[in-house]
């Protein structure tokens, strides 16, 4: 990604970072993409629920008393 696109993408996220800010996270995007795209390439992974919501039916058990 080049120094103006990410100049664009900053401002309209509300960020004014240095010009060797934008420098650096220009130089770094394509290998941070690549990671994050790495994230949702697992296909055991496709369907997996990775807990991220509440459950208001939820009980609480303990682990301190023996059952």
């Known amino acids: 990604m080049d120094v103006e696109e990410t100049r664009r993408l900053m401002a309209r996220s509300g960020l004014t970072p240095t ?23 697992v296909p ?4 997996a629920d990775p807990a991220l919501r509440f459950r208001a039916g939820a009980r609480m058990s303990s682990w301190t008393e023996d059952e």
């Open 44 to 47: 055991e992974a496709r369907y």
């Open 19 to 41: 010009d060797a800010e934008l420098a650096a996270f220009a130089a770094a995007f394509d290998m941070q993409r690549a990671g994050i795209d790495l994230l949702y390439a």
